[in-house]
């Protein structure tokens, strides 16, 4: 009867133990003051070191993992190493949970980047002579933001309606038979000295040393794109209302953060909060 007794005090003990931790792993949980954040160097990795001391203030240490590529950081977020991440557009993140089956949301919106045309081996649109090589992305969203870029300086001519689902297989005029080539898009900028023009993401372009103000042509900030490729928070479905994810896109929807942008990028970014 004692060994019994004994049995029990042991077993409710252990039981005890472990209903203890586990509450406190899920209050460790639910009180997470830690926001690991993934993002391109320039500009969201810049943009967000300017709200740590704020998220600070209230409680919350901003951790930055910075990437230079456009996967990795969605699947450290669907894997759940981050809290979120700031480095891409809603089409983007679209097609990306299409092709991967994960779920991905956004949580704000931040701000936009003029795409733009840059000059390589040729000075300008005006003297491409025929033949001439012009870099695009090679993701879909962004082909498609180039060519639709290209088209409305009149270069190319794209199929009726394609609209965001362009791709080089859709240009039904070419005056200048300009060969387009796709290539990564982190690599555009280097490949500038081997092609005559590139089209190259803002945030790439801000990393490679370029500005807008170097652009033969670029989005008007004013257009469809401002809305479409809004650079966006994006987080695992079902975590957008979670404190510290508000907290973050409070602190980055701020008027402190806008005047920060607008003096710093002069144009080459563009905050649409």
Same mark, same amino acid.
């Given at each position: 009867?004692?060994?019994?007794?004994?049995?029990?005090?042991?077993?409710?003990?252990?039981?005890?133990?472990?209903?203890?931790?586990?509450?406190?792993?899920?209050?460790?949980?639910?009180?997470?003051?830690?926001?690991?954040?993934?993002?391109?160097?320039?500009?969201?990795?810049?943009?967000?070191?300017?709200?740590?001391?704020?998220?600070?203030?209230?409680?919350?240490?901003?951790?930055?993992?910075?990437?230079?590529?456009?996967?990795?950081?969605?699947?450290?977020?669907?894997?759940?190493?981050?809290?979120?991440?700031?480095?891409?557009?809603?089409?983007?993140?679209?097609?990306?949970?299409?092709?991967?089956?994960?779920? $991905? /949301?956004?949580?704000?919106?931040? *701000?936009?980047?003029?795409?733009? !045309?840059? %000059?390589?081996?040729? #000075?300008?649109?005006? +003297?491409?002579?025929?033949?001439?090589?012009?870099?695009?992305?090679?993701?879909?969203?962004?082909?498609?933001?180039?060519?639709?870029?290209?088209?409305?300086?009149?270069?190319?001519?794209?199929?009726?309606?394609?609209?965001?689902?362009?791709?080089?297989?859709?240009?039904?005029?070419?005056?200048?038979?300009?060969?387009?080539?796709?290539?990564?898009?982190?690599?555009?900028?280097?490949?500038?000295?081997?092609?005559?023009?590139?089209?190259?993401?803002?945030?790439?372009?801000?990393?490679?040393?370029?500005?807008?103000?170097?652009?033969?042509?670029?989005?008007?900030?004013?257009?469809?794109?401002?809305?479409?490729?809004?650079? $966006? /928070?994006?987080?695992?479905?079902? *975590?957008?209302?979670?404190?510290? !994810?508000? %907290?973050?896109?409070? #602190?980055?929807?701020? +008027?402190?953060?806008?005047?920060?942008?607008?003096?710093?990028?002069?144009?080459?970014?563009?905050?649409?909060?």
């Amino acid at each position: 009867m004692k060994k019994r007794v004994i049995s029990f005090i042991l077993l409710t003990a252990l039981l005890t133990t472990a209903f203890s931790l586990a509450g406190c792993s899920q209050a460790s949980k639910t009180d997470d003051k830690t926001i690991k954040v993934g993002a391109s160097p320039a500009p969201h990795a810049e943009i967000l070191a300017q709200v740590k001391d704020v998220l600070a203030d209230e409680g919350y240490t901003l951790e930055i993992v910075e990437y230079n590529d456009y996967v990795l950081p969605n699947t450290a977020l669907d894997s759940g190493e981050l809290d979120a991440n700031y480095f891409q557009h809603q089409p983007y993140l679209d097609d990306f949970n299409a092709e991967n089956g994960t779920d $991905i /949301v956004s949580a704000g919106s931040i *701000h936009f980047e003029p795409f733009g !045309i840059y %000059a390589g081996k040729t #000075a300008s649109i005006a +003297d491409l002579a025929e033949g001439a090589t012009i870099a695009v992305p090679n993701d879909a969203t962004n082909e498609a933001r180039a060519l639709l870029l290209l088209e409305a300086q009149g270069l190319i001519k794209l199929k009726e309606n394609v609209g965001l689902s362009a791709t080089k297989l859709d240009i039904a005029e070419n005056p200048l038979n300009l060969n387009i080539e796709e290539i990564e898009a982190a690599q555009i900028v280097r490949s500038l000295a081997d092609v005559d023009l590139a089209t190259i993401n803002g945030n790439y372009a801000i990393d490679g040393g370029l500005s807008v103000s170097d652009a033969l042509a670029s989005e008007d900030s004013a257009s469809l794109a401002a809305t479409t490729y809004a650079n $966006i /928070v994006a987080v695992q479905a079902g *975590h957008e209302n979670d404190e510290k !994810i508000k %907290a973050l896109i409070g #602190a980055l929807q701020s +008027d402190a953060v806008r005047q920060f942008i607008e003096e710093e990028y002069k144009g080459a970014v563009v905050p649409v909060f």
